[in-house]
């Protein structure tokens, strides 16, 4: 029991994680796999950002006073991993803008008939 | 939603403070939380707000897309122009302490800059991207 | 500036992006893209050069000593395939100039030059860094630019293959994450070469092996090894020729760069042995070289041809990273090297008839060979490496590759790379058959051998094959120097 509760950022991940792995995968609206694939990414932010915190630990600014102190490192890195997403993000409904005026629809079912077609 | 009141009254008094609290944490980016980053996402947000509410040509008209394209360039060039200028004073790629009297001084304005060119990229790159979809399929 | 010089390799294609884009005309973008992958191939010449003879170069990023600040280490390993992507770029530039005119729109050229200038910058940055998520963010750079370069394909399905690429793309990095976050969890740094120091402590740990998993898996997403290509066929075929030519050349290069630096750098040795590692990557090559190589024989576009041609090639690298020898890890390294060669001059020429008739489809292109004698001569000399005939430089790299089978008295691999071949022999000829020996079609009789701009580059690197055929002491020198970087102990 404590092992599952100790580790509950953990599990909050990988929920979130699956959740959005298996949106990208099942879904066939362009669209909705964005959106999976941006909660698959943010679940890897949880994990980086939790993964940081120090028990009883002070926000990493120093101020007078406090000794203990969470790590910074993963925030840096997680705050330009958020820029990445945010690009991928922005693209790829680029993409989904141009199709849809290529091809009237954003069903991947109903592109892959339109292209056998032709 | 040009035409109703309590928007544009409400938006035109926001608008300057949120203006003000982007450049806070843009200046503030060095001691505190806050950085380039933020900063031009919140500026950002403050033209996206006023292209909201008065339309996206009054938009354009503050902020015109060839200049937030030369301003998203900018960005980066002084971003990497820091870094060649730490070269030619001696030190290695972006190493701010060479550029101050004193390393703490050099450090200090290095990031000074380089949050700044940070600061321009993200505020034009979000605009520009803002413009790229909400304009799509006008005349 | 002599210590700078790695940095600079990085730094300047990265100033050169924004100002091409913000450049008027087409022609002034190219013109800066040029001038930038010149002087970057000059660079990683000259970075290459010191690397074997003064050893290691390392730099510090920001002044910070590593493992705390961000390190550039350039070992030999490195120095080849900076010098592999700067060269490419530096060939293929000249070469866009007409094609990218023809294939995209003109108010369209100053971004595209500037994305591939950063798709440039991110592809060296990756070579370039000894810091494993500094390699993410390069890897983000160079992916996300090259979607959008891709994108810019005439058909409209060039749009649905840059968003198939994008999603595992994506995928492929955000794994990539998950497995450096777990690593870092339980080493506390980030700097490759500290990782190997403290691994060892750690490496018995479920956490470690996971995010081991988790990396090779992200990065053979996006080395497209079978069965993880199913983006690439698609995202070569409907792609700007240009995109395309210095895509395969370039970008699998450097993924299967970092797979060899993960595995044998940064992971202990008795580690990556105890996992099934080599195995998997013996039967995927084994698995890819065959069915791709079928896939290829039926394909009816030349450029998908080729573009499974280039899965099974990258099937041939998987086997020698397989055999974990120090003889694999070099057959890999001069495979990585000629497959560069040979693709990019096989790609070059397929565009040249794209660029005079439009298509490269295999109804169209019929009985051209006889009316562009040139291009044609560059397609049978690139094909003929491709097999791997004896005096260019595909027959180097697949004599290593079977040595290094031979030696571990690996028997069904000498017989796949030997299948593999007659397959590419299959597949060639039939390139071959309908461009000489077909009557053209009556629309297309007045199509005239292609411009010199187009031609020249081409022929660079088919003479660059044959020269590397005939000539292995650069090449394999090299590559046993870098395998020996690696720490490959022999059997």
């Known amino acids: 029991m404590d092992f599952i509760i100790g580790h509950y950022n953990y599990w909050i991940a990988i929920f979130l994680m699956m959740i959005g792995f298996y949106t990208v995968i099942s879904r066939g609206n362009l669209v909705k796999k964005i959106i999976g694939l941006n909660i698959f990414q943010v679940s890897v932010f949880l994990l980086y950002i939790s993964m940081s915190t120090v028990k009883g630990g002070a926000a990493p600014i120093i101020t007078a006073g406090v000794k203990l102190y969470s790590n910074p490192l993963p925030h840096v890195l997680i705050l330009t991993a958020i820029v990445v997403g945010v690009a991928t993000t922005a693209l790829g409904l680029a993409l989904v803008v141009r199709i849809k005026e290529a091809y009237g629809t954003i069903e991947e079912d109903e592109i892959h008939q339109q292209d056998h077609s032709l | ?139 | 500036m002599q210590g700078h010089l790695s940095l600079l390799l990085v730094v300047i294609p990265l100033i050169a992006a924004p100002v091409a884009a913000i450049l008027p005309r087409g022609r002034l973008s190219w013109a800066l893209a040029l001038v930038v992958a010149a002087i970057c191939a000059i660079l990683a010449g000259v970075q290459l050069w010191a690397v074997v003879h003064d050893g290691v170069i390392s730099y510090e990023l920001g002044g910070w000593a590593p493992p705390w600040g961000i390190e550039y280490r350039i070992d030999a390993v490195n120095a080849i395939v900076a010098m592999i992507v700067a060269g490419i770029a530096a060939i293929t530039l000249p070469y866009a100039l007409l094609s990218a005119e023809k294939e995209i729109p003109e108010h369209q050229l100053p971004l595209f030059y500037s994305a591939f200038l950063l798709c440039f910058a991110g592809l060296l940055g990756i070579t370039q860094t000894g810091d494993i998520f500094n390699l993410f963010v390069f890897l983000e750079i160079s992916s996300l630019s090259s979607y959008a370069l891709i994108s810019l394909g005439q058909k409209r399905q060039a749009l649905t293959s840059a968003y198939q690429y994008l999603i595992m793309g994506t995928l492929g990095a955000t794994f990539f994450l998950i497995g450096v976050g777990l690593i870092y969890s339980q080493t506390g740094t980030l700097n490759m070469m500290d990782l190997a120091l403290r691994l060892p402590e750690v490496s018995g740990l479920k956490t470690v092996h996971t995010g081991f998993a988790f990396i090779m898996i992200g990065f053979a997403l996006k080395l497209a090894l079978f069965p993880l290509h199913l983006w690439l066929p698609n995202a070569y075929t409907y792609a700007p020729t240009v995109i395309t030519v210095f895509l395969a050349a370039t970008a699998t290069k450097v993924a299967l760069y970092v797979i060899l630096r993960v595995l044998f750098t940064v992971f202990p040795h008795d580690f990556v042995s105890a996992t099934p590692t080599g195995d998997l990557f013996l039967l995927s090559g084994m698995t890819g070289v065959i069915s791709a190589s079928i896939y290829a024989i039926y394909q009816v576009d030349v450029k998908r041809l080729l573009a499974y041609s280039s899965v099974a090639q990258i099937g041939y690298m998987a086997l020698g990273i397989g055999f974990a020898s120090s003889l694999g890890v070099t057959a890999t390294i001069i495979h990585l090297f000629n497959h560069a060669l040979m693709k990019g001059a096989l790609f070059m020429a397929v565009g040249t008839i794209i660029y005079r008739i439009g298509s490269c489809h295999m109804d169209n292109i019929q009985g051209l060979g006889r009316q562009m004698p040139w291009t044609f001569g560059a397609i049978v000399i690139g094909g003929l490496s491709l097999i791997g005939v004896p005096g260019t430089a595909g027959f180097i790299s697949k004599w290593y590759l079977v040595l290094a089978a031979l030696e571990q008295q690996a028997w069904i691999v000498v017989a796949v790379i030997l299948i593999g071949s007659l397959l590419a022999v299959v597949y060639i000829g039939k390139v071959i058959e309908v461009l000489y020996f077909r009557p053209a079609k009556e629309t297309h009789l007045a199509v005239k051998e292609a411009p010199m701009l187009l031609l020249a580059p081409t022929w660079v690197l088919v003479i660059a094959n044959i020269y590397f055929g005939l000539n292995t002491e650069l090449t394999v020198g090299i590559a046993q120097r870098a395998a020996q970087v690696l720490g490959v102990t022999s059997g």
């Open chain 2, 1 to 139: 939603m040009t035409n109703n009141l309590i928007l544009r009254v409400v938006s035109k008094s926001l608008i300057p403070l949120i203006i003000v609290f982007a450049l806070y944490v843009q200046f503030h980016g060095d001691y505190g939380p806050g950085g380039g980053f933020q900063a031009g996402v919140i500026m950002s947000a403050a033209i996206i707000l006023y292209a909201l509410v008065f339309g996206l040509d009054a938009a354009e008209q503050v902020i015109p897309s060839t200049i937030l394209r030369i301003l998203a360039s900018l960005g980066v060039l002084i971003y990497a122009g820091v870094g060649v200028v730490t070269l030619f004073l001696g030190g290695n790629y972006l190493d701010y302490s060479v550029l101050g009297e004193t390393r703490v001084a050099g450090q200090h304005l290095g990031i000074l800059l380089v949050e700044l060119g940070v600061g321009m990229t993200v505020f034009s790159v979000m605009l520009i991207i803002f413009f790229a979809f909400a304009g799509r399929g006008r005349p």
